[in-house]
């Protein structure tokens, strides 16, 4: 399906993105002491859609925050009273979300297989539901990067509704990518000029230029051919030594989604959160009887880059890694999970 194509300038795709803020419930990426994370802006001078958020933040937590409450609860001699009437949830409403890189909002793809398959997260799917995303793409790739080696069309890709452009000439083209997306331009804010017949080519000759920047490339098809048969590779004690179990990676990745359950209690009244966890934990595993099938952490390295290349492909079809290099970039030991599969792959 063809969707709408506009062109436009720097000057207005500032002035898209400032009537956008004032209409919709809008995040961005909004730098604090040199990193940047989504927040919630009113107007764009307040974030930063071309920023180098790739490199520090995903917005997965605007979909699966990092820590939520699920219930209340009160004791009393008689019973224990339960509500599910629970305050603060900002993210259930309409929103739009400006400069997400399309690696980000494939990870949201890739989530979706996992919430939407045997319990359904509605929770999850509302905001899913409710969210246009406006991706910045790329100009070129950082030195982690590595999202054209992956199993989706990077070009062509429909993870977001609406990618933006950067053409010849100080043109910009804003282009709806699925019909929500085509929907969404259709009633913006300000009025937006139809590209010519050759912004397909204009558009093509970026994503040619962005390709040619890549350091880092793999064949994914032979990787998840040669991980099905190393599982006993003692590459995996190699790679894991220097591994200080901070979970950053898991934190970090868009497409982690392992959590915990766990109740915080003051007198009679608690509250039960859903929150981050990671199969490098070593308590991730750990049984009531006290056996832990992965005691030691090249296990549990086995178990992530064979559940983001083999497990997560034999179920759902697609790698559990989109190529975006945020673990390698945030991890404080320079572990990086392509270097990894790579290793254990050609063993």
Excluded at 105 to 121: E, H, N, P, T
Excluded at 170 to 175: A, C, E, R
Excluded at 221 to 247: A, V, W, Y
Aim: include cysteine; proline fraction near 3%; hydrophobic fraction near 30%.
């Amino acid at each position: 399906m063809s969707f709408s194509i506009y062109e436009t300038d720097k000057q207005g795709l500032t002035a898209f993105y400032d009537a956008v803020a004032g209409k919709f419930e809008t995040y961005a990426p909004v730098e604090k002491f040199g990193k940047f994370d989504y927040r919630r802006i009113t107007k764009i001078a307040e974030g930063n859609p071309d920023s180098p958020i790739a490199a520090t933040m995903t917005v997965k937590p605007l979909f699966f925050p990092k820590s939520s409450p699920i219930l209340k609860f009160q004791e009393n001699k008689e019973e224990t009273l339960i509500s599910n009437n629970i305050e603060g949830d900002l993210s259930s409403g309409k929103r739009v979300i400006l400069g997400i890189r399309h690696c980000d909002a494939r990870g949201l793809q890739v989530l979706d297989k996992v919430y939407s398959w045997d319990f359904i997260d509605t929770d999850y799917q509302k905001k899913r539901e409710n969210t246009i995303l406006v991706s910045t793409r790329c100009d070129k790739a950082g030195v982690n990067c590595f999202c054209t080696s992956l199993d989706y069309d990077v070009e062509n890709s429909d993870a977001h509704d609406v990618k933006i452009v950067n053409g010849l000439n100080g043109k910009i083209y804003i282009k709806a990518v699925t019909q929500k997306g085509e929907d969404f331009l259709k009633e913006s804010p300000v009025s937006l000029k139809l590209a010519g017949n050759d912004s397909d080519e204009e558009m093509k000759k970026q994503y040619k230029s962005f390709e040619s920047s890549f350091r880092l490339k793999m064949n994914y098809k032979e990787i998840n051919e040669k991980l099905q048969n190393k599982f006993d590779s003692p590459e995996f004690e190699t790679i894991s030594r220097n591994c200080i179990g901070c979970n950053t990676c898991a934190f970090i990745c868009p497409t982690c989604h392992c959590f915990k359950i766990s109740d915080e209690k003051i007198r009679d009244t608690g509250v039960r959160y859903k929150s981050y966890d990671s199969c490098n934990n070593t308590y991730f595993t750990l049984m009531a009887g006290g056996h832990n099938p992965r005691p030691v952490k090249y296990r549990r390295w086995r178990q992530r880059a064979m559940h983001k290349f083999v497990y997560y492909k034999e179920r759902f079809g697609v790698n559990l890694c989109v190529g975006c290099g945020h673990c390698a970039i945030s991890c404080p030991v320079n572990i990086s999970i392509f270097e990894v599969v790579n290793k254990v792959a050609n063993s």
